[in-house]
């Protein structure tokens, strides 16, 4: 089982809607997670992290751990054509290396 | 000036070709990183410098070779490359490499491989 998973997409949305990227994990031991958005041609650049469960908030970004589940969000509220970009989680391990999932392409349509 | 710089930004190779890429950090950090990213993949460590101290090799292969000078600057030599080598080959540094923090990336260097 991979240590981390997301869903590639394509995810194609329109100017103004909510959305929600998600990543799996396999160790309930994983407390640091991080979301990093990486633009076109572009390199990654770090957008939020939290740490064991519960909710963080930054302006329009909500990024949200369920331990329980195993499952770690970011939410996008009132999208915007400049958040098209790819999406990445990342998760650090138990050995202290940090896992990155395949990342998710959003597109926002205006 | 950004944090980390890479150069060249694009690089086309043949197979016999030896070519090397080349990241530049200006934040002051400890450690140094090689990733590879392709399309549809997570993003894959190949190679972390401490403190100009190879930590790290993930299993990858010896046509593949790093060089760090010094803490500021990391190099990547590539010879006799496959054409499944072609990806976007990313530098990032950290402040630390145990516990590793914040990652900060470079744009990458495109590698294509004829």
């Known amino acids: 089982q991979k240590e981390v998973e997301q869903d590639p997409g394509p995810l194609s949305v329109p100017e103004g809607a909510i959305v929600s990227l998600n990543c799996t994990y396999s160790?309930?031991?994983?407390?640091?997670f991080m979301w990093y958005r990486q633009y076109s041609r572009k390199g990654p650049e770090l957008l939020m992290y939290t740490y064991s469960s519960g909710n963080k908030e930054d302006g329009r970004f909500t990024a949200q751990v369920d331990k329980s589940s195993k499952y770690i969000s970011l939410f996008i509220r009132d999208s915007q054509p400049s958040d098209s970009a790819t999406y990445l989680c990342?998760?650090?391990?138990?050995?202290?290396?940090?896992?990155f999932g395949q990342g998710t392409e959003l597109s926002v349509k205006p | 000036e950004t944090g980390v710089t890479q150069t060249p930004r694009h690089l086309v190779m043949g197979m016999t070709n030896k070519k090397s890429l080349k990241c530049e950090q200006h934040?002051?950090?400890?450690?140094m990183y090689w990733y590879k990213q392709s399309a549809k993949k997570p993003l894959e460590l190949m190679f972390v410098y401490s403190l100009e101290e190879r930590v790290e090799n993930n299993s990858v292969p010896s046509r593949f070779s790093p060089e760090c000078p010094n803490s500021s600057h990391l190099f990547l030599h590539l010879h006799t490359l496959q054409p499944e080598d072609s990806a976007l080959y990313l530098c990032a540094s950290s402040q630390n490499h145990r516990p590793q923090g914040e990652l900060f990336f470079g744009e990458g260097s495109r590698l294509t491989v004829l």
């Open positions: 160790n309930s031991a994983f407390q640091y």
């Open positions: 990342a998760i650090f391990n138990q050995g202290g290396k940090l896992i």
């Open positions: 934040l002051g950090h400890n450690a």
